[in-house]
């Protein structure tokens, strides 16, 4: 499977400040990347579909002036959470899909757990 | 809308034990449906699959997908505690990028 890794893998901000979660692909060119969000004891929630070079696609209900998400390369995508507040602690992830055969399955990184304070 | 729906939330069994956890979707034009485990951090791929009745197996894991009652089924022989963990179903619609994720099992073993 692919590897995939997303840094930090645990940040505590204070509230109002911005913070930046990076994803990258280490083993191979990755056009399409996602981001999820999971709340405890919740299943993953898909916020977005990023794709290398254009602006990507929020889901419904997620502000993309909040969740800001730049696909720059192939190898990288990051989520900035800007003027974050206390309610968008969660548990933050990337996953991308893989090439080939593995192309209908998504491999996702470690994970970013975030705490607003 | 695309739908996927796990049971049970929730199962807590005895080490050694056998367990069955089921995956049912809606999903326009279904291409395939996948199973995740996660434990404290992000899921890991578990298995992937696309046809009806072959079975996948992995070790003490086994799946396998019934496209005729839109189904799947992840089995877990000699359960071991490590095995505990949330056990995530998506299926993957055709032409669509996401996937579509269930709500996930809770899998306890106790020792």
């Known amino acids: ?117 | 809308e695309d739908k996927v729906v796990q049971s049970p939330l929730s199962l807590v069994v005895h080490e050694g034990d056998t367990v069955t956890l089921n995956c049912s979707y809606e999903v326009t034009n279904f291409r395939s449906l996948l199973w995740y485990k996660q434990e404290k951090k992000a899921p890991t791929f578990l298995f992937m699959l696309t046809s009806s009745g072959i079975e996948k197996k992995s070790g003490r894991l086994s799946s396998i997908l019934d496209k005729k009652e839109l189904s799947s089924i992840l089995n877990i022989t000699a359960t071991q505690t490590g095995d505990s963990a949330i056990y995530l179903c998506a299926g993957h619609p055709q032409g669509a990028q996401k996937l579509v994720f269930g709500q996930g099992t809770r899998l306890t073993i106790n020792p």
């Open chain 1, 1 to 117: 499977g692919a590897v995939v890794s997303q840094h930090p893998s645990w940040v505590i901000c204070k509230s109002g400040t911005s913070v930046k979660i990076e994803c990258r692909s280490l083993d191979f060119q990755a056009t399409t990347m996602f981001w999820y969000r999971q709340f405890p004891k919740q299943s993953l929630m898909l916020m977005a579909t990023s794709n290398e070079g254009s602006k990507a696609t929020y889901e419904q209900g997620v502000e993309k002036d909040k969740f800001l998400i730049n696909h720059a390369s192939l190898t990288l995508s990051t989520l900035t959470v800007t003027s974050a507040h206390p309610e968008d602690s969660s548990f933050y992830i990337c996953g991308l899909r893989g090439e080939g055969n593995s192309g209908n399955t998504i491999y996702f990184g470690e994970g970013s757990w975030l705490t607003v304070v």
